[in-house]
């Protein structure tokens, strides 16, 4: 009797928790869709109406193709299309809803489709054609620092360290590439570079994973000896002899044999300098040695379970201190970027919070390789949209303009809050 009333309840439990996933999901299903709606509507309401009636649109693609080519719109007309577009989305999401593989995709089209209806706006109102290429380009140019910064996060984060100090592995990654660049050419800065991010490295991991300090707390006073220390060493002697010590050479754009001749495709990706092609050759090495090879299973079991690792033969604190030391190295590279990759000098504080950018990047892109580069690119895109529209719409308050990369982020992240996971041991220190 006992047996058949605790099956009874074990089958009421079950029941019960059935019904509560089933609501959460109808809910979830309902606010997406509501917020696709929404968009959908302000598309329409604050975009599209706000387009005078019978005003050309004028998108141009610059030197995207053999000739340039511009294309003229009825800015409306498309405008109204394309917000129509978005409300159908949410009203199937409401309906039926899509897919967990198909979600993501509908979310692209619903963003793309709103952007290209603000663009439609922007060329009306603005004092100038909207230059789609250009804009593209400069969100891949502001988003490779971001990439490159996120990655070292997954790789330190991956294997249970948090690493709130990228953004001072980037500052002192270009403060080295600046001086050694200036010394004995550019190359040689991108390698003093990452070997000064991996310095930053060691003191995250020693202090971290050795000592067990806070890692939260650990990274912020890292971010703030790395301020310190370069603007110290840059108004000490690399501001006194600039010409010598503060003058690296910019690296040159190189050309991709046959891939840079693709129309759109290859000035937006293969007519870059060294740097970005390093992050493509990352962004791949690291999504594959991650989710495929004994290092990534080693990598992710030791950020997850390290208890359960050490069990089996794992050394934990070597995979951390090892992962640690490369995720610093990332990150110098990064740093690089802007003093040997776009800038050719470095100046305090040069970085300007990407770091921090990169590690909202990271969590948005849910700690996988893929995710932080899609987050980093949606951040340089806002970025380089600032920029566009601080040239093109003087209407709109530049110090409003400013904020946009960082309110992208801030909502981006607030987002998330209580819907992702980080891996389970991420920030815990490991004791045998």
């Known amino acids: 009797m006992t047996s058949a009333g605790t099956a009874v309840r074990e089958d009421d439990v079950v029941v019960q928790h059935e019904v509560v996933d089933s609501n959460r999901q109808v809910r979830q299903r309902l606010g997406r869709g509501a917020a696709f709606v929404l968009l959908g509507a302000i598309t329409i309401v604050f975009v599209a109406l706000k387009i005078p009636g019978g005003a050309d649109s004028r998108l141009t693609f610059g030197k995207a193709f053999s000739a340039q080519l511009d294309l003229v719109v009825p800015g409306r007309t498309v405008a109204l299309a394309l917000g129509v577009l978005v409300i159908l989305l949410g009203a199937w999401q409401l309906v039926r809803g899509f897919g967990r593989r198909t979600l993501p995709w509908a979310a692209f089209v619903a963003f793309v489709a709103f952007m290209v209806a603000f663009l439609c706006w922007v060329s009306v109102r603005g004092t100038a054609a ?29 294997s249970g360290v948090i690493n709130v100090a990228i953004e001072g592995q980037m500052l002192s990654g270009a403060w080295a590439g600046a001086l050694i660049g200036s010394l004995v050419g550019s190359y040689f800065g991108l390698v003093a570079a990452a070997v000064a991010g991996a310095l930053m490295g060691v003191l995250l991991a020693v202090f971290s994973i050795k000592y067990l300090v806070n890692q939260v707390v650990l990274g912020v006073v890292l971010n703030v000896l790395a301020l310190g220390l370069t603007g110290f060493f840059y108004d000490a002697f690399m501001q006194p002899n600039a010409a010598t010590l503060n003058q690296p050479a910019v690296l040159g754009e190189i050309d991709i044999p046959g891939l840079s001749q693709i129309p759109v495709i290859g000035p937006l990706l293969f007519q870059a300098n060294i740097v970005v092609y390093l992050a493509y050759v990352l962004i791949i090495v690291i999504d594959v040695a991650l989710f495929r090879t004994r290092w990534g299973l080693r990598t992710r079991a030791v950020g997850e379970h390290p208890k359960a690792a050490d069990t089996v033969g794992i050394r934990v604190l070597r995979v951390r201190y090892r992962n640690v030391l490369l995720g610093g190295a990332v990150a110098g590279l990064g740093g690089a970027y802007f003093t040997l990759g776009s800038v050719g000098a470095f100046s305090k504080n040069i970085t300007s919070g990407n ?46 303009l400013a904020m946009l990369p960082y309110l992208a982020t801030i909502f981006a992240v607030a987002g998330l809050v209580g819907k992702v996971r980080a891996p389970a041991a991420d920030g815990e220190p490991y004791v045998k």
Request: proline share 5%; net charge neutral.
């Open 355 to 400: 770091g921090f950018i990169a590690l909202a990047a990271l969590i948005f892109g849910r700690w996988s390789p893929l995710g932080a580069v899609g987050a980093s690119l949606l951040f340089g895109f806002a970025s380089a949209l600032q920029i566009m529209l601080s040239i093109n719409v003087p209407l709109i308050p530049s110090n409003f």
């Open 130 to 158: 909207v230059d789609i290429l250009g804009l593209l380009q400069n969100s891949i140019a502001l988003a490779v620092p971001l990439v490159l910064g996120a990655l070292a996060g997954v790789l330190c984060e991956r």
